[in-house]
């Protein structure tokens, strides 16, 4: 390969990245808004939407891996699409249960897809910018799935709107890397 096709593969690689960022921010704030309105409503809406989360999840990971070399090459997006595929199953069965089981469900879950992406990002941290987004991304995942597993032991039951602001921290990030790599990518060009 000569230095011009490894040029053209790094934009590749970069360009992905960044439109997968957008794409992760872009469902995440919607996800948000509609758990914020239309599933307060719904029971049906509000069951569809905290399944769907980690199934989108393990979906994105899959596909981001595929990108980049594929799962036997992104140990830890391997495992995330499979905790994030397990994860879907067990909140389909938790709310069958009660949402304090919901909760819990997904505490599990963001500490473990907190993890792996926190590994993911230190991995790529030498090949792409914005990592450090999803360093901390990943981290707060953890901190919050903590907090969740705490959460479901209280006697209320919680909400979808519990779930939501941990959503939407994960749009932020997203949003924030996908600019970051956005800038990066517009300062070579000029350069």
Avoid: C
């Amino acid at each position: 390969m000569t230095n011009y096709q490894a040029g053209i593969a790094d934009d590749a690689d970069h360009n992905w990245l960044q439109r997968y960022s957008y794409v992760r921010a872009g469902f995440s704030f919607l996800w948000v808004v509609a758990a914020l309105t239309l599933a307060r409503e719904n029971q049906a809406v509000s069951a569809a939407l905290l399944i769907g989360y980690p199934a989108w999840d393990a979906g994105a990971n899959l596909v981001d891996a595929s990108k980049n070399g594929g799962l036997t090459a992104n140990k830890s997006q391997a495992f995330n699409v499979t905790a994030s595929t397990v994860m879907t199953i067990a909140v389909a069965v938790a709310l069958t249960i009660s949402m304090n089981w919901v909760l819990a469900a997904f505490g599990l879950w963001a500490v473990l897809s907190g993890l792996l992406q926190l590994s993911t990002a230190v991995r790529r941290w030498k090949t792409s910018g914005g990592q450090w987004a999803m360093i901390l991304s990943g981290g707060q995942s953890a901190l919050a799935g903590v907090f969740f597993l705490f959460q479901a032991r209280m006697p209320e039951a919680p909400s979808i709107a519990n779930v939501a602001g941990y959503a939407a921290f994960g749009a932020i990030y997203f949003l924030v890397t996908a600019v970051w790599l956005t800038v990066g990518s517009m300062r070579s060009r000029m350069s």
